[in-house]
């Protein structure tokens, strides 16, 4: 395995570089003005305007849709190994990936929509999203049943004629908050008798049929993380044409985990780009902090646990990349191991760095002052989110179990 950069990735690399300093970090503090000012005009759900003037500069400096591989509609698109170094870097401010249009759910939803859509579906959800015109949500998670075992699903989906009828209450629907939401990916069960793989279909819902309900939006350790949301959303007898459903009823299951291989793995490069941010932050407030008279970063303490994060980030980092490669070299079935490694390692490490950021820099680690608390709450999501790391666990244990069985 050879996980040098090629000079294309180096070029792209460079310039997303040059255009996190140039446009990114020098914004942060406007997003969060603007944010503020939405909120207090009573609506943070309001797309933020910084974000939609930077997307075209994003777009003319050639760093749009890079995360979708094997695409006739986006040869500019690169192979996971390729994107991982340029994930991680985005990965580095919560909002950034939506600049290049390479954002979650979105880039799920639209590698789902690539995969397992008729063309018509794709003309007409597929086309505007890779565009940026609209963005999406997708529906699996349900407060009933336990998810993390998504045979649990109970939201059903009923043949109507020419016609599915759904019905079903979802949660942690990521993107169902922000307005320009313009289309649902739901899973819910088409055939309860069917086999337990085999219950369950996917279909593409218009975010505007009658029905559709957004109950409330769900806050992560007290934030509500506008204009995006995670929101509690109803389905009563809502109506899709029966030309939505997704490669055929009874093959959501196959679909999920089609699905949720890149979007796993594109949540850990973005994590190392964090838990790499919250070192640079947390390097830098120990230098410059004085305390019983001598820098902090004098003390020993802080010497083990930054060579130790420096060890775990770089381990992460060769085991994503380990895992991208397999993906594209002999796919995300074979990858599942490897990809259910680094689901369980790459976000524990953001948070471990996370936490000992917040510990260096005190009282102001706890504060909006850095961006380390909110860093924080979206990294310890990631530990759930696409599948607790218990799941991903037990997985790793059955597949190393079955390796030594006798023969």
Not at 76 to 102: D, H, K, Q, S
Not at 257 to 284: D, F, N, S, T, Y
Request: include cysteine; charge should be negative; aromatic fraction near 8%.
């Amino acid at each position: 395995m050879d996980f040098a950069f090629t000079p294309k990735v180096e070029a792209l690399r460079e310039r997303l570089l040059g255009f996190m300093n140039e446009h990114i970090y020098p914004n942060e503090e406007r997003y969060d003005a603007e944010l503020a000012a939405n909120r207090a005009g009573g609506n943070p759900w309001q797309p933020l305007q910084v974000i939609e003037d930077l997307k075209p500069l994003a777009r003319k400096a050639g760093l749009w849709n890079l995360f979708l591989p094997f695409s006739e509609r986006v040869p500019e698109g690169l192979t996971n190994l390729e994107y991982a170094p340029l994930c991680e870097i985005m990965g580095r401010v919560p909002w950034a990936p939506e600049v290049f249009n390479c954002s979650a759910p979105d880039t799920g939803n639209m590698e789902t929509l690539e995969r397992y859509a008729s063309e018509s579906v794709k003309r007409e959800w597929l086309d505007p999203l890779l565009a940026g015109e609209v963005r999406s949500a997708f529906a699996m998670t349900e407060p009933a049943v336990a998810s993390s075992d998504a045979t649990n699903i109970e939201s059903r989906i009923e043949r109507d004629g020419d016609h599915y009828v759904l019905n079903g209450r979802k949660w942690w629907t990521s993107g169902a908050g922000d307005p320009r939401c313009a289309v649902y990916i739901f899973m819910g069960k088409s055939n309860p008798d069917a086999g337990r793989h085999e219950q369950q279909s996917m279909i593409v819902v218009p975010a505007e049929s009658p029905g559709i309900t957004v109950v409330r939006p769900l806050n992560v350790l007290g934030y509500d993380d506008a204009p995006h949301g995670h929101c509690e959303v109803l389905f009563e007898d809502v109506r899709v044409p029966v030309s939505n459903m997704l490669l055929g009823e009874g093959r959501g299951f196959e679909i999920a985990q089609g699905r949720l291989g890149p979007g796993r793995i594109h949540h850990c490069m973005r994590a190392l780009g964090v838990a790499e941010r919250a070192l640079e932050l947390m390097c830098k407030r120990l230098n410059s902090r004085v305390a019983f008279g001598k820098p902090i970063a004098a003390q020993s303490v802080w010497h083990e646990r930054i060579a130790d994060f420096r060890c775990r980030i770089d381990m992460a980092r060769l085991l994503t990349l380990k895992a991208a490669y397999m993906m594209d070299t002999v796919g995300n079935k074979i990858a599942k191991a490897e990809i259910a490694m680094i689901k369980v390692v790459a976000p524990n490490v953001a948070c471990d760095v996370l936490d000992a950021a917040i510990q260096a820099h005190g009282g102001a680690g706890m504060c909006d002052d850095f961006p380390l608390a909110k860093l924080y709450a979206h990294s310890r999501t990631l530990r759930l989110a696409d599948g607790p790391d218990e799941v991903h666990r037990s997985a790793i244990a059955r597949l190393e179990l079955g390796r030594h069985l006798a023969r």
